[in-house]
Every structure is written in C-alpha cells, then in structure tokens.
C-alpha cells in the first residue's frame, strides 16, 4: 500500500460546517463525538473550527478565508492533523491538502483507522481492510505527492497516468481478493451459526461506548474486552446463557455510531447478520450521555437499513450510576423545565412510560437492577422458546424449597 504523508504530531484540529440540515447546537454535539474518537485513535484535539454555511463548498469545505485561519493557527502551534466532521470527496482532499499543507482525515477515515487499531481477529481484520481499500481507491490520485509539482509538457503526463493506473488495479485485485476471503468465511460463520441449532438468540445492539461488553460479561460470566472508548470491541462474541433452566445464545455486536461509513456496513455485513438472525434484541443505551436520545434513533435508522427493525426489542437503559441532571436555582429563570433538568424518575413519566415492560433502567458495572433485567430477559426468552420448543414445559415451570411447583 502507498504510503501516506506522515503527521508531525499527535495534535490535531477540528473542523465542521454548521448549516441548513445542521444547526450550531447539533455541529457541536458531533464534535464533542470527534473529539472522543480522535482521543481513541490516539490524538489530541487541541482548537475547533466551524463555519456558518448553507452548505459545504464543494471544492474545499471551508471558504477560502475560514480556511486561511486554520492554515494560520496550524502554521503557528505546529499541528499535524486536520481532522474534517464529514466525509470529503477525492477533489475536496486533494485541494486542502494543498492549502493546509499537513494530514488531512475526514471521520470516515478517522473511524476506520479506529477499525483497524482495534480489530484483533483474522475476520475483523479482513472487514476493516475491505472497507479501508473502498475509501482509498477513488482518493489514490492524492497519495501522489511526487506528482505533485509536474507542470506536463512531454513526456510527463504518461508516466503520471501509468502509476497511478497500475495503483488502482493493485487496489482493485486487492478488494476483489477480499471479497473472496469474506465470502469464504461467511459460508463458515453461516455453518457455525447453522450448527447452534434452534436455540434461542439474544443480540446485545446499542451506539458504540454504552456499556455492552460490560453487560455481556456480567450476565454470561465471560471476560469480553471492554473499555471506555468508542469502538472496544469489534469482534463479534456469542456466550451461553441459562437463566432458570433455559439456555440460550447472547451475542456481543459492534457498535453503531453516527455517520457510520456505508463501507463499513457493507464489510461487516457477516457481522450484522447475528443481528438479522437474532430472535431478540437487547438495545443497551448509555441514559447517562445527554445525547441519548438521538443515539437511540441512530441505531433504530441502521437496525431498519439492516431489516431488523421489527424484531421483539428490550430497550436496557445503562449507567443509571453515572446519570446526572441540572438543578434549578432559585436565580434561574425557567419557563418551561427542559429535558436537562430531568431526574429519571421524570424521564420514565415521559415517552418511555409507553415501552411498558419493554425497557429497564440498571448499571451493568454496579450490577444495579441485574436481576430484575435477567427476570425481563428470561420472560422474553421464554415466549421464543415455547414456540419452538412445546414440549419442554418441565422447564417453564418454578419451583419452591420444598420442590413443589409455583
């Protein structure tokens, strides 16, 4: 692989356009969200940039004088990263890295170079390497920065044009031959999936950083990875679960994000597909982030491209311990309380009151509430399991200490 201009440090700069179809509230929630997976990937955001716009300029993101400043304050404080809140098309690459002449990344790039630090099975690795090649085979012409200064003239343009055509079917053979691997360990996953038989299967889905592998460990005992970043796990991991004589599979998933790169639905298709097959979906939600709610609808848009929208689904709202609200001041003047001043006992008054049994308010680190979400699980469990397994009654039934049943 072409080797990329390298950055001369870990700092970087952040950069967002606020406009029609995102106000200047929502530019810096999804900064906030840069920030963290630039703190993941290993670098430190050190100064914000937004513009006010209609939309983003086609040709450098930024306008020509906002664009400017930044190269100033990069210049001045030695930055080595530029880091772009959306995804920048090949021509948008190529003419900041002109001006800004420094690392250029945008949050798809961010986020698979996430991928990849993170990834530790051959499967995962392969998934993210297949999508990594997706982004970079329109932008290979920006990577030939030895071009760069050629005025053409004769015998110029060919060469130019050769290398960098013998690059892109490198890159194609390469995707092709990706493709080919994911296809063979599909069929082997299929089989494995295949070979669990008819045993009931729960998937843990939620925003990535919510507390699932928390979750995963605490109910069936295992030692999955889990951390406060954004991505800690991208393999996926599949346990057994008895919970008063039933058994069944619980599945620990990737974790969704907003503007998650379509590249890497595509490759984690296989991975995805534990959702599609699941009989039940445990949506974990970290109640704690003040964006919550718009993570709850990130994950419903991607579980509906994914056609999984419509299956029996356990709303599991996590880190109640860590869960804080604004308090009014007698000096505060407010009107109308607004969704920062609510306690959780108000929230659950609000549109989760008609979830009903759907939902459950706990702390998988605390353990907090623990049995009363094995209890809603297993419930839910059940209904799947009389279905396919009639019967077996024998293990519907509760028994007391004296063994007589309930």
Excluded at 6 to 31: G, M
Excluded at 192 to 202: C, F, Y
Excluded at 281 to 293: A, G, Q, R, T
Excluded at 317 to 339: C, G, M, P, R, W
């Amino acid at each position: 692989m072409i080797e990329e201009k390298k950055a001369t440090s870990e700092k970087a700069v952040l950069i967002a356009v606020i406009s029609q179809y995102q106000d200047e509230e929502k530019t810096n929630e999804y900064l906030d969200e840069l920030e963290f997976l630039t703190l993941t990937a290993g670098g430190v955001a050190v100064k914000r940039f937004s513009q006010k716009m209609e939309r983003p300029n086609p040709k450098t993101f930024l306008g020509a004088g906002k664009l400017d400043d930044v190269k100033d304050y990069i210049e001045q404080n030695d930055i080595g990263t530029a880091i772009f809140d959306d995804e920048l098309s090949p021509a948008q690459l190529r003419n900041i890295e002109k001006i800004l002449d420094c690392k250029i990344l945008d949050r798809t790039n961010l986020i698979l170079d996430i991928f990849a630090q993170r990834a530790q099975t051959s499967y995962a690795r392969t998934q993210v390497e297949l999508a990594q090649c997706q982004y970079l085979l329109p932008r290979l012409t920006r990577l030939w920065t030895h071009l760069s200064r050629q005025k053409g003239g004769i015998g110029m343009r060919g060469p130019g044009e050769t290398e960098i055509e013998t690059d892109r079917r490198i890159v194609r053979d390469k995707i092709s031959g990706l493709k080919k691997k994911l296809i063979t360990i599909d069929k082997q996953m299929a089989i494995q999936r295949k070979n669990r038989g008819r045993m009931v299967r729960v998937a843990l889905v939620g925003y990535t950083n919510v507390g699932k592998s928390t979750l995963m460990n605490v109910v069936s005992k295992s030692d999955v990875f889990a951390e406060n970043k954004l991505f800690a796990t991208l393999d996926t991991t599949v346990r057994k679960v008895v919970i008063k004589n039933i058994p069944f599979l619980l599945t620990d998933t990737v974790g969704f994000i907003r503007k998650l790169p379509t590249q890497l639905i595509e490759s984690f298709k296989s991975t995805l597909d534990e959702v599609r097959e699941a009989d039940l979906l445990l949506h974990v939600v970290d109640i704690s982030h003040p964006n919550f709610e718009d993570h709850i609808d990130s994950v419903n848009k991607i579980l509906d491209e994914i056609e999984s929208a419509d299956k029996p689904t356990i709303l599991v709202f996590n880190k109640i311990d860590a869960y804080t609200h604004k308090t009014i001041d007698q000096d505060d003047l407010v009107t109308e309380k607004s969704k920062e001043y609510f306690t959780l006992e108000e929230w659950k008054k609000t549109w989760m009151n008609e979830l009903g049994e759907n939902c459950i308010f706990m702390s998988a680190l605390n353990k907090e509430n623990l049995e009363e979400f094995r209890k809603k699980t297993f419930e839910e469990v059940k209904k799947v399991h009389i279905q396919r397994f009639p019967y077996n009654d024998y293990l519907y039934t509760e028994y007391n200490d004296k063994g007589e049943s309930i």
